[in-house]
């Protein structure tokens, strides 16, 4: 195969942008395992949009639901699985903890310019809404270094292909 027989969850995180769920749902097939997307399921048991839960509940909710939903799909999880998680998850201790015990993390990091060009593509990202993208992008990447650097594997998430990321994760892993 690919990669080694991988018997444990890979969670990716890393800042919006970086390609979580893009190089996720394409290293899921290679590794031919499941994939799964932590802010998916987050809005299909909420029976809400991201931007509403924050907008009528806020932002601490929100981490607790999304701390009990990626706590549930590691659980669940049988063997092999790639779940993407929202770009806050892992700065949440508890949350961190539980991926850090339970799963293989990978850090997807990516410049600042990457990271505004590809957010830029959808308008579904609350915390971008209340200021220049640009500045709340570079100063979250900053604030949550620290934590994303806890993971054991750290992959640069490149402007080009993502085949060239998935490359990089399927080396780190292997
Ligand atoms: C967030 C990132 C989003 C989503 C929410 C909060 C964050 O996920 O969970 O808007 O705190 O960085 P993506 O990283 O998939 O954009």
């Known amino acids: 195969g690919l990669a080694r027989r991988i018997d444990r969850p890979i969670v990716l995180v890393g800042m919006m942008g970086v390609g979580k769920s893009s190089v996720g749902k394409r290293l899921a097939s290679l590794l031919n395992c499941p994939f799964v997307d932590a802010d998916e399921e ?3 048991s909420a029976q809400m949009g991201i931007p509403e839960i924050f907008e009528m509940y806020g932002e601490d909710y929100f981490r607790d639901g999304e701390r009990r ?5 590691i659980d669940e999880t049988d063997g092999c699985r790639v779940i993407a998680t929202g770009g806050g998850a892992f700065c949440n201790a508890e949350t961190r903890a539980l991926i850090l015990d339970r799963a293989l993390t990978i850090w997807l990091d990516s410049e600042v ?3 505004v060009e590809r957010t830029a593509r959808k308008d579904n990202r609350p915390l971008l809404k209340d200021g220049e ?3 709340i992008l570079a100063r979250l990447r900053e604030e949550r270094r620290p934590h994303y650097s806890q993971a054991p594997i750290h992959v640069l998430s490149g402007p080009g292909p993502h085949v060239q990321t998935i490359n990089k994760v399927l080396q780190g892993i292997s």
Do not use: F, H, Q, S
């Open 133 to 135: 993208p640009r500045e």
């Open 113 to 115: 310019d990457t990271l």
């Open 42 to 44: 987050i809005e299909r």
């Open 69 to 73: 939903v990626i706590a549930r799909l």
